[in-house]
């Protein structure tokens, strides 16, 4: 059906409010990389907006030789990594069982994992829990206590439930056991439901630091988040410039620049590859079942 003039004047203009829209959300993100790139005079003269004045990467490579960084840089890496793999291999195990009907007691079990949802344990005795089961200042105090997202559960359920019960069974008539119709079968036919729930999860883990303030004082194992958080709340840096050249080409500004786009940086380049996935596997995974 062909569009009226009038319409296609309203859809162009939707279409220049929303690229005004996502260009004002870039702004403090461009701002923030000119400022990463440029000179200590140019950032305490005001002379900084959207692009680079009297370009350096000192910044940069003063922010990668930092031992600091790279531990937590590092950290951040493991904890993205493992606790992603975990909770996708959690929640798929979880929520193949529960998109069964025939499988006895899966109401009750639905109930409380949806309960979950709308009521938590609380600050203090999570708390109190996770001291008990010995998982202060340890790694795995990132990973364990949210290896399970109910949310992610009921994504999951309802995908699975949207897979044809033929293919199981015929599956299961060429001898097939569960866990070989799950992962032959299911799992690569799930891909969008799965690749959705890697993203919140990586994302959620790379993003997280209230866990680190929480649960860990040993330094060697901050993650990035509370690197960055000291560095922008304390106004200043241990970055070493000792050289008199380097005080004068380097502000504090531009080292929270640069460790700032460094630590976007990774789930920038991830995103791209499970964009095709995500709004897939959110509008079936949430309407279907």
């Given amino acids: ?3 009226t003039r009038g319409e296609q004047c309203f859809s162009a203009f939707n279409y220049v409010a929303l690229a005004c829209f996502g260009l004002l959300t870039l702004a403090p993100f461009i701002h923030i990389l000119a400022q990463s790139f440029s000179s200590y005079r140019a950032i305490m003269s005001g002379e900084v907006s959207f692009w680079p004045v009297e370009w350096t990467t000192e910044a940069y490579v003063k922010v990668f030789q930092d031992s600091s960084f790279t531990e937590a840089f590092l950290i951040s890496v493991e904890r993205t ?8 291999i959690l929640v798929s195990l979880l929520a193949y069982p529960l998109s069964k009907t025939y499988i006895q007691g899966r109401g009750p079990v639905m109930f409380l994992i949806v309960f979950t949802m709308l009521f938590s344990g609380g600050m203090i005795p999570t708390y109190i829990l996770i001291k008990n089961l010995n998982l202060l ?6 990973i364990i206590p949210g290896a399970v997202n109910a949310f992610h559960v009921v994504i999951m359920k309802s995908f699975f439930q949207s897979i044809p019960n ?12 569960n866990l070989g119709i799950l992962f032959r079968i299911v799992i ?7 690749a959705t729930i890697a993203l919140f999860n990586a994302v959620g883990h790379w993003n997280s630091f209230f866990d680190a303030v929480m649960y860990v004082t040993d330094s060697n194992l901050k993650p ?8 922008v709340m304390s106004n200043s840096t241990n970055i070493n410039t000792t050289d008199a050249l ?6 504090v500004e531009s080292l929270k620049a640069s460790a ?10 991830v995103y791209p590859f499970l964009q095709k996935y995500f709004v897939k596997g959110i509008m079936i995974g949430s309407v279907k079942g």
Avoid: H, K
């Fill in 81 to 88: 990594v493992l606790g992603t793999c975990l909770n996708v």
């Fill in 137 to 142: 200042n340890t790694f795995w105090v990132y």
């Fill in 260 to 269: 700032l786009i460094a630590s976007t940086l990774p789930i920038l380049l």
């Fill in 246 to 251: 380097e005080r004068q080409l380097l502000a």
């Fill in 188 to 194: 690569p036919l799930s891909m969008p439901a799965i």
């Fill in 1 to 3: 059906m062909r569009m």
């Fill in 224 to 231: 990035l988040q509370i690197y960055l958080r000291e560095m």
């Fill in 166 to 177: 033929e293919l199981e069974e015929s599956a299961r008539i060429d001898g097939s056991s």
